[in-house]
């Protein structure tokens, strides 16, 4: 069936495939983990149910594990992540993992960082498959319809299986029919943490009879009849819906702070796709391309943002532009000549001094400047052990993953850009 809707997505078949890693699907995400470590997996488990629980959003999904990536986790056993936004369907892929949407994969294998994408509707055919295992065929007799089971992957077919209006099904029907997708928790979204209690996973009862599977011989896959096209954007490029939080500041007067740092220009070098990149980064921050068996041809162009700041609380800001950071930064004069946006740090401890530190763009780098803070600003590095507190007005180059402590409250830096050689 073709999925146009998050409505339709979250009445999908979900076909597991075999292999060592976890699949687990709570309402409209699926999760597929490279790892059947209760203790690893966890983590995934969870904030996939939350996101569930909260209504399986796609964007929070991506947010959530893209803030767990660069703060909690150091070693990722390879992950993918699906759940449906209003405009499409979000991916979130992390590590060897690959996932095939009407037939383009994508991947976190190239990527230094992660990959993220929302694939608009209509979304016709969804596969993933850890390495070494290869998504299930068509017409496999396995569906997981809510819960955790060991797999290496799963399909989302494209024919045969499920109805658009499940909660229609005739009442021959052995499973219980799946609840409207406006239901907040699902029943099937049980606080499930080990990898296999309770595997929801039955016979397909009204498989079609064109795709029967006869033991020992899998049927080749159903060709598609229909190929649809479509173009994958950056979660980051699509506007917020308004029933989504807004990530990013509202800025007073936007075209003056715009105009200011929009068009700043920086020397880089473009991958083979035309995309601006740090030359100091080894792959490219947009397309994962390796740009090390190119010529590196240095130019100026405009600067992309640098990447993100995200709150503790899950609150985005985008590093096109410096930001004053603080208990109240707003009157400070350099907000209001245009030359930062402030970036509010509430927090009951009295800790926070009203302007506490800035973030500055320099060239590639985001720096992170001290303002002679009462409490001090403190830095935690990816790969090293403790938290640092930064000497009085001293600067600090975030890479990926930096965390900043201010008062009780936590940053984290996100970059595409990855790693610096
Ligand atoms: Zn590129």
């Given at each position: 069936m073709t999925h146009t809707s998050a409505d339709d997505w979250t009445a999908a078949t979900v076909v597991p495939g075999p292999g060592g890693g976890t699949l687990a699907r709570f309402g409209p995400v699926v999760l597929l983990v490279g790892s059947d470590d209760p203790e690893v997996v966890r983590p995934y488990l969870e904030h996939a149910e939350m996101v569930a629980a909260n209504g399986g959003q796609?964007?929070?999904?991506?947010?959530?594990?893209?803030?767990?990536?660069?703060?909690?986790?150091?070693?990722?056993?390879?992950?993918?992540?699906?759940?449906?936004?209003?405009?499409?369907?979000?991916?979130?892929?992390?590590?060897?993992?690959?996932?095939?949407?009407?037939?383009?994969?994508?991947?976190?294998?190239q990527s230094l960082a992660w990959v993220e994408r929302?694939?608009?509707?209509?979304?016709?055919?969804?596969?993933?498959?850890?390495?070494?295992?290869?998504?299930?065929?068509?017409?496999?007799?396995?569906?997981?319809?809510?819960?955790?089971?060991?797999?290496?992957?799963?399909?989302?077919?494209?024919?045969?299986?499920?109805?658009?209006?499940?909660?229609?099904?005739?009442?021959?029907?052995?499973?219980?029919?799946?609840?409207?997708?406006?239901?907040?928790?699902?029943?099937v979204v049980e606080p499930v943490v080990e990898p296999v209690v309770e595997p929801v996973v039955e016979p397909v009862v009204e498989a079609p009879p064109v795709v029967a599977p006869v033991a020992g011989r899998p049927l080749p896959p159903t060709p598609a009849d229909e190929h649809v096209s479509f173009q994958s954007v950056l979660m980051s490029d699509v506007e917020d819906d308004v029933d989504d939080f807004e990530p990013l500041p509202i800025v007073e007067d936007a075209a003056q702070v715009h105009d200011d740092h929009a068009h700043e220009q920086v020397r880089g070098v473009y991958c083979k796709n035309q995309h601006f990149n740090d030359p100091r980064v080894l792959f490219c921050g947009i397309c994962g391309i390796n740009m090390v068996q190119q010529t590196p041809v240095l130019v100026n162009g405009p600067r992309p943002p640098l990447g993100v700041i995200v709150l503790d609380d899950g609150a985005v800001f985008q590093l096109d532009?410096?930001?004053?950071?603080?208990?109240?930064?707003?009157?400070?004069?350099?907000?209001?000549?245009?030359e930062f946006r402030p970036l509010p740090i509430i927090d009951q401890s009295n800790q926070v001094s009203r302007v506490h530190a800035r973030l500055e763009l320099r060239g590639w780098d985001v720096v992170l400047v001290d303002n002679n803070s009462t409490n001090g600003t403190y830095v935690h590095l990816p790969k090293t052990p403790d938290w640092v507190r930064m000497p009085p007005g001293s600067e600090q180059v975030l890479v990926q993953g930096t965390r900043v402590r201010i008062g009780h409250r936590t940053l984290a830096f996100n970059t595409h850009a990855g790693a610096v050689s």
């Open positions: 796609g964007r929070q999904l991506i947010r959530g594990f893209a803030l767990m990536l660069s703060t909690s986790i150091d070693q990722s056993p390879g992950f993918a992540a699906i759940a449906p936004h209003t405009t499409g369907l979000a991916v979130f892929v992390d590590g060897d993992v690959v996932v095939s949407v009407d037939g383009e994969e994508i991947s976190g294998a929302l694939i608009p509707w209509p979304v016709t055919s969804v596969s993933a498959a850890l390495p070494g295992a290869a998504a299930p065929a068509e017409g496999t007799a396995y569906r997981l319809d809510g819960g955790v089971v060991p797999a290496g992957g799963f399909l989302v077919p494209t024919t045969g299986g499920t109805p658009a209006e499940p909660v229609l099904r005739p009442s021959t029907q052995v499973r219980a029919p799946q609840p409207p997708p406006d239901v907040e928790a699902p029943p532009t410096p930001y004053l950071l603080g208990r109240d930064p707003a009157p400070d004069e350099r907000i209001v000549a245009g």
